[in-house]
């Protein structure tokens, strides 16, 4: 990680070249590659620009005068195949207008892995980023900005040095569902843990604990899934042997699932005696018995919107708002009573 981080501050990409001069990519790409289409003026900027950085033109600077394709790497943990077909299909549209190719990279759970997938980024000379991934590290995370790519993290209001992001608001979402069940005097309100989306789920707990602080209530429902437990399932199934609640959130569709089977094998009837809602919804939330409650978000939109703010900020141009709100349906289901 050291020496990454070390190697971040030394790499000098067109896109420094192109900020530092104030000019676009492709005006960076032409002045290297000598085209005539260029102002004098505009050229001794950028030329400065590289001799003051330090920059070496590579093939995919050299590339973007002769518009040739530009590497994107598209960065999603393998459990989230559930949720991306839409968004990829937004992605993709917009990358073949803009004939841009997109390298997929996937990980799982694990530093080792993190640390190999900057790497394999590193190394294919990626343009920019597009990051479906709410996994990495605070660290890992500064090591990517180090090199100064264009970023956009998706469905994670996440947006570092010079990055933008595209989401959907879950903490206002849940936060206005747990306002309405207070409304009614129901306060027996847990939600589950989920490592796998450490970020968003941390979104939801503060859009409930905001719920409980404007009653004037604390909010101590947290479920926490010990790291030692072999699954979510094994340590739901005897944590509902003992425990009952009105209602159960979870943020994953697989999280909701489990506790409608804990559930069912302990005894307990949803959505009479216990209610469930999934944030997140997916096709797999309809095909359960009962279907789970849940927030729908336009996930098209979530991977076009995202892949044209990047060919924005790969253009170079202007972008004053580096945070862009998705808006989101909640659909009651049968896993609810209201």
């Not at 073949?96 to 990279?105: D, G, M, R, S, T």
């Not at 469905?155 to 936060?175: E, I, Q, T």
């Not at 989920?194 to 409980?212: H, T």
């Amino acid at each position: 990680m050291k020496e990454q981080a070390k190697d971040s501050k030394k790499r000098v990409t067109i896109y420094s070249v192109a900020r530092e001069a104030g000019v676009s990519l492709a005006t960076v790409s032409r002045v290297i590659n000598e085209s005539d289409a260029v102002k004098e003026d505009t050229k001794r900027k950028v030329q400065e620009a590289i001799i003051k950085l330090g920059y070496k033109p590579n093939a995919v600077a050299q590339g973007l005068a002769l518009k040739k394709t530009t590497n994107i790497a598209l960065i999603i943990p393998d459990s989230s195949f559930t949720y991306i077909g839409k968004v990829l299909n937004g992605l993709l549209d917009v990358a073949k207008i803009y004939k841009y190719n997109i390298i997929l990279h996937t990980t799982s759970v694990g530093v080792n892995e993190m640390n190999e997938i900057i790497d394999n980024v590193i190394k294919s000379h990626a343009d920019g980023i597009v990051l479906y991934n709410d996994l990495f590290t605070e660290k890992e995370l500064q090591i990517l900005q180090g090199f100064e790519i264009p970023m956009v993290y998706l469905d994670v209001r996440n947006s570092g040095p010079g990055a933008c992001c595209v989401y959907v608001d879950y903490r206002k979402a849940v936060h206005d569902l747990v306002t309405r069940y207070l409304d009614r005097g129901i306060e027996d309100i847990v939600v589950v843990d989920d490592k796998k989306n450490p970020i968003n789920v941390k979104e939801v707990l503060c859009g409930v604990e905001e719920a409980f602080a404007e009653k004037g209530k604390k909010f101590e429902g947290f479920i926490e899934i010990p790291e030692n437990a072999h699954s979510s399932y094994d340590y739901l199934k005897k944590y509902f042997k003992v425990n009952r609640h009105k209602l159960i959130i979870t943020y994953r569709d697989s999280q909701a699932i489990a506790v409608l089977n804990t559930c069912a094998e302990n005894g307990i009837s949803i959505p009479e005696e216990t209610e469930v809602v999934c944030v997140k919804s997916s096709r797999y939330t309809d095909m359960v018995r009962p279907q789970i409650s849940s927030f729908v978000v336009p996930s098209y939109d979530l991977g076009s919107l995202g892949m044209r703010i990047l060919t924005k900020m790969l253009n170079g141009d202007h972008i004053q708002d580096k945070e862009f709100k998705l808006n989101y349906v909640y659909k009651a289901k049968g896993s609810t009573r209201y």
